[in-house]
């Protein structure tokens, strides 16, 4: 049962333009989700999350929007640098229990 | 303060043997989750775990595995009679409060022969 899916397995940008990352929920219990992401042979690291009851969370060059009718929420990335090359990992969380993860999205930053 | 620390980061045991994975919250953590990643796969949910309490094990298989989480020291991932479908990258993550972030440590790679 996928509660999270990233379609996308990979994604290929060109350095300074916009990259965006998507991602779909089945679980409408979900009240907070957040992306991370992940480089080789390390850990996941936290990115940014947005609260179920809003619509758009913004940090620096990193935006999250979230669509709550469409179970649909996306992180967007301007301006992309090749240092952001990495896995991005979407997760949905209810009330702190467990964190349900997507498969990941793999980005390649193109210098 | 330290991160989430894991050990040993590569562990390879046989068929049949016992492995063992360790994890040390952050400083002030009371919550610890454990995760599993297998090879070109999305990090799947294992366990909950506060202080000497397992909180949710729903994504645990029921037999070979156990997790702890004892009042002091690490908490402890066991997968007893290992086989090579358990290889995989486990991570570690721990939060001080249920609800927010988690911070994950480095993972342990295991590996059955």
């Known amino acids: 049962d996928q509660q999270v899916k990233q379609n996308s397995p990979s994604l290929s940008v060109q350095e300074g333009r916009i990259s965006i990352l998507n991602c779909d929920y089945t679980n409408s219990m979900f009240d907070y989700f957040l992306w991370y992401k992940k480089y080789p042979a390390e850990g996941p690291t936290f990115l940014i999350s947005i609260s179920s009851i809003k619509d758009k969370n913004e940090d620096g060059r990193f935006t999250v929007f979230l669509n709550k009718s469409a179970k649909h929420l996306s992180l967007h990335i301007v301006p992309s640098q090749p240092g952001d090359s990495a896995v991005y990992f979407c997760a949905g969380n209810t009330g702190g229990f467990k964190t349900i993860f997507g498969a990941g999205t793999r980005l390649f930053v193109k210098a | 303060n330290a991160g989430v620390m894991q050990n040993p980061r590569h562990l390879v045991r046989r068929r049949g043997q016992e492995a063992r994975l360790r994890c040390s919250p952050m400083k002030g953590h009371s919550h610890v989750y454990w995760y599993r990643q297998l090879p070109e796969e999305g990090l799947k949910f294992m366990v909950y775990?506060?202080?000497?309490?397992?909180?949710?094990e729903s994504g645990m298989p029921k037999e070979r595995f156990s997790a702890e989480f004892p009042k002091e020291g690490p908490s402890i991932l066991r997968i007893q009679q290992v086989v090579r479908g358990d290889s995989a990258a486990y991570f570690c993550?721990?939060?001080?409060?249920?609800?927010?972030?988690?911070?994950f440590g480095q993972g342990t790679r295991l590996t059955v022969v």
């Open positions: 775990l506060q202080k000497e309490n397992i909180i949710d």
């Open positions: 993550a721990s939060s001080p409060t249920q609800g927010t972030e988690a911070f």
